[in-house]
């Protein structure tokens, strides 16, 4: 991630709302199906963290809560997934009207990381190209990931 340039500056109060999963990415070693879920809400907390409630689909849309806890860097959050270990979401590049795109990855094994694209409204394409030259910085092996919206839980 060392080679992957983020924002340098984030409104956070920006990111309150709906978002759609557009496409994905993760190395081999990335096993958290956190990329199968579009974020129903995200809100911002009075102590400035995120809270994501995701949709996970099963065998039918579960909602999921988690806690990105800001860090002195303000693009960097950091998130404890319970069968995991720490990881740091960071918002790589957004508009905040229709896109943002964001990488996330295991804090003590820099090879576990996926990166993804996310959209305000399901046919939205903006990112895309941005989303390709994150994806051309990773210097491990990665699996992308399509999205088929029909199976996904909706807002």
Same mark, same amino acid.
């Given at each position: 991630?060392?080679?992957?340039?983020?924002?340098?500056?984030?409104?956070?109060?920006?990111?309150?709302?709906?978002?759609?999963?557009?496409?994905?990415?993760?190395?081999?070693?990335?096993?958290?199906?956190?990329?199968?879920?579009?974020?129903?809400?995200?809100?911002?907390?009075?102590?400035?963290?995120?809270?994501?409630?995701?949709? =996970?689909?099963?065998?039918?849309?579960?909602? !999921? %809560?988690? /806690?990105?806890?800001?860090?002195?860097?303000? $693009?960097?959050? @950091?998130?404890?997934?319970?069968?995991?270990?720490?990881?740091?979401?960071?918002?790589?590049?957004?508009?905040?009207?229709?896109?943002?795109?964001?990488?996330?990855?295991?804090?003590?094994?820099?090879?576990?990381?996926?990166?993804?694209?996310?959209?305000?409204?399901?046919? =939205?394409?903006?990112?895309?190209?941005?989303? !390709? %030259?994150? /994806?051309?910085?990773?210097?491990?092996?990665? $699996?992308?990931? @399509?999205?088929?919206?029909?199976?996904?839980?909706?807002?």
């Amino acid at each position: 991630v060392e080679n992957i340039r983020s924002k340098n500056d984030l409104g956070v109060e920006k990111f309150v709302g709906s978002w759609y999963l557009r496409e994905a990415a993760k190395t081999m070693e990335f096993s958290i199906p956190l990329f199968d879920m579009d974020i129903k809400e995200v809100n911002l907390t009075p102590e400035g963290n995120l809270e994501l409630v995701l949709l =996970e689909k099963t065998d039918r849309c579960v909602e !999921k %809560k988690l /806690l990105l806890k800001k860090t002195k860097k303000p $693009t960097e959050f @950091e998130i404890y997934i319970s069968s995991e270990s720490s990881y740091t979401f960071c918002v790589m590049e957004t508009d905040y009207d229709s896109y943002f795109l964001f990488c996330l990855y295991n804090i003590s094994d820099r090879e576990k990381m996926a990166c993804a694209h996310y959209v305000r409204r399901i046919e =939205e394409n903006k990112g895309m190209n941005e989303f !390709k %030259k994150i /994806l051309r910085t990773l210097a491990m092996p990665y $699996t992308v990931i @399509e999205v088929r919206t029909r199976d996904m839980c909706h807002v």
